[in-house]
């Protein structure tokens, strides 16, 4: 069993959409969870941290954490062709994060 | 607004030869780490550093890789030996927060140096 599995994608939505990305991950001592988007060739950029069962929202972007389903998932709101990228789900139990392998996102003007 | 800056961008290297990477973390930050992403694969943790010693290492972070701050500002990982499978992408992170702290802190990272190995 992977340890932070992700849907591949791509998930196509249209511009202006609710665009949903989901995360599952195996360890259940993880404490912190991460959103991060990456553009193509680029490195990761931190846009969401969630610690506590429940949503986190931050403008555009809601993050929700089921800790007992083990599941984490990113909303994006109002979808803009620039939110076009991969998104990674990152965990956390020990030092060091444990990446998926990323959701690709595509919004269509 | 601060950010962890990595040196060089790219490098090319022949097969054998040695590599060292450089990476400038976040001034009040405490914890590093070195991340590599083979193209189109995913991000993968190496190593994590922290009050001049190595914290945790993965099975990827062997013999031939060493990780050293050689001063209060820069923070390296040396490839001694090349091999085609290291060209990668090669991510410099860092973190505030120590102890039992640090596992809740948010990780920034470098823009990357891309390693090809020829």
């Known amino acids: 069993q992977k340890e932070v599995e992700q849907n591949s994608g791509p998930l196509s939505v249209p511009e202006g959409a609710i665009a949903s990305l989901n995360c599952t991950y195996s360890?259940?001592?993880?404490?912190?969870f991460f959103w991060y988007r990456q553009y193509s060739g680029k490195s990761p950029e931190l846009i969401m941290s969630?610690?506590?069962?429940g949503d986190k929202e931050d403008g555009r972007f809601t993050a929700q954490l089921n800790k007992a389903s083990q599941y984490v998932s990113l909303l994006i709101r109002d979808s803009q062709p620039s939110d076009s990228a991969t998104y990674l789900c990152?965990?956390?139990?020990?030092?060091?994060?444990?990446f998926g392998s990323g959701t690709r996102l595509q919004v269509q003007p | 607004e601060p950010e962890v800056t990595q040196t060089p961008s790219h490098q090319v290297t022949q097969m054998g030869q040695e590599v060292i990477l450089r990476c400038v973390p976040i001034?009040?930050?405490?914890?590093f780490y070195w991340y590599r992403q083979i193209l189109g694969q995913k991000v993968e943790f190496l190593v994590s550093?922290?009050?001049?010693?190595?914290?945790?290492k993965s099975e990827i972070f062997d013999d031939q890789f060493s990780v050293e701050r050689p001063d209060g500002s820069n923070f390296t990982l040396k490839i001694r030996s090349t091999k085609l499978e290291d060209s990668a992408m090669y991510f410099c992170?860092?973190?505030?927060?120590?102890?039992?702290?640090?596992?809740?802190?948010?990780?920034?990272f470098g823009q990357g140096t891309r390693l090809t190995v020829v």
């Open positions: 992170a860092s973190r505030e927060g120590s102890g039992s702290a640090q596992v809740l802190a948010e990780a920034f």
């Open positions: 360890d259940r001592g993880s404490q912190s």
């Open positions: 969630i610690y506590s069962n």
């Open positions: 990152a965990v956390n139990r020990r030092r060091a994060l444990t």
């Open positions: 001034s009040n930050h405490l914890y």
């Open positions: 550093f922290y009050n001049n010693e190595i914290s945790e």
